[in-house]
């Protein structure tokens, strides 16, 4: 009996070892991350765009978490949709809390 256990088990781990326990995710590649911020800029460099939409301040390629991360000085709901809505809608952005621009030359010495 305690065979059988040991040999179901063994067969358990080996499966799980060579299989993996990945999950069920889409697998996102820099090319799909390149073509979200293609999309911010075209809309920033459009006509469409006005000096204060989503007061975005920031955006970058984040490949250790394969996500876009837009800052937004107002970080709200309604900007964040906003965005969504008028820029681009992309499951691979994450928005986080903006900063205001701050140019280094007027620190200098």
């Given amino acids: 009996m305690w065979k059988k256990i040991l040999v179901f088990l063994m067969i358990g781990v080996t499966t799980v070892s060579i299989v993996g326990c990945k999950k069920n995710s889409v697998s996102v590649t820099e090319e799909d991350l390149e073509k979200v911020l293609q999309?911010?800029?075209?809309?920033y460099q459009s006509e469409k765009y006005k000096v204060?939409?989503?007061?975005?301040?920031?955006?970058?390629?984040?490949?250790?978490?394969?996500?876009?991360?837009?800052?937004?000085?107002?970080?709200?709901?309604?900007?964040?949709?906003?965005?969504?809505?008028?820029?681009?809608d992309s499951e691979y952005i994450t928005f986080v809390q903006g900063r205001e621009f701050v140019d280094?030359?007027?620190?200098?010495?």
């Fill in 52 to 88: 204060d939409d989503y007061s975005m301040s920031f955006y970058y390629m984040d490949l250790t978490n394969m996500k876009v991360v837009v800052g937004l000085m107002d970080n709200s709901k309604e900007h964040r949709e906003g965005f969504k809505k008028n820029v681009v």
């Fill in 39 to 43: 999309e911010i800029d075209n809309y």
């Fill in 104 to 109: 280094l030359k007027d620190y200098e010495s």
